[in-house]
């Protein structure tokens, strides 16, 4: 029986960029404390938290929204104050930008925040995921927003190559079949902009078959570790660039920075 595994947008995309990664996190499960979170996660995070909490509660003011920031703020998460300060200063235009321009807050009607999404099992294979919301729009489009807070804007191209976008547009349609259209839109806080991603049947469907292939090669390598391979030689290392913001920098003998 094909044993059930159970991948979201970011184990995807680690076991692609560094199978070693995924192994550490899914295989070893190196503990939390073992792990570095980046003070920008940190604050990443904290500007999401405030977003949740205003789609939830839309009547709430900018005013309070500066606040909860501040009390959401991760400020033990920075080496120094002055460094602390910087990011805060960051978190905060990249709320005061939103609050201009709040993508996501006022067409439509909002049917989920920061809801886990789950499909049902296909070949041992079951996809999840929590995106920031999903709104339907009067002319039947639905849509899953996905708010950035970093400095790049990618392309749509680039978006629809990406697992996020993919998972994300497969889930609502799982949990909100029968609609005619299906949107993900990534909203970039750091510039005010969005960029609209769309799937075709045949690329929601290539997409699966992608998944589902990176399934079987994950439970393989799984496999060869239970019949003794060391773990770095079932799911290989890929050392580059990517290692200076790897989660798994502190206790990976193979990062290259
Ligand atoms: S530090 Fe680099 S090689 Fe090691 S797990 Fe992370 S990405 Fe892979």
Known sequence: MTKKLNLSPA???MWLECPYAFALDRVAKVPRTQRVITPQMHTGRAVHTVLEQIAKQPELSAE????????????????????????????????????????????????????????????????????????IYPDDTIE?????????????????GEPQAAIYRILAEVHWPGYPNYRVTFSYLATGTTVPVQFGREEVEAWWE??????????????????????????????GARCARCMFRKVCTFRSV
């Open 64 to 135: 309070f929204a500066e606040s909860s920031l501040e009390r959401t703020f991760s400020w033990d998460a920075y080496a120094d104050r002055a460094e602390a300060e910087v990011a805060f200063q960051t978190a905060r235009e990249r709320l005061a930008t939103w609050l201009v321009t709040p993508y996501g807050r006022e067409a439509g009607q909002l049917l989920a925040v920061e809801k886990m999404l789950r499909s049902p099992e296909r070949d041992g294979l079951v996809l999840s995921g929590r995106p920031d919301l999903v709104r």
């Open 11 to 13: 184990s995807v995309r």
């Open 210 to 239: 992608f998944i589902l292939d990176v399934a079987e090669r994950i439970r393989k390598a799984r496999a060869q570790v239970e019949g003794d391979l060391h773990l770095e030689e079932a799911f290989e290392p890929q050392p």
């Open 144 to 160: 899953v927003v996905d708010h950035k807070s970093g400095l790049c804007t990618p392309s749509a191209e680039e978006l629809k």
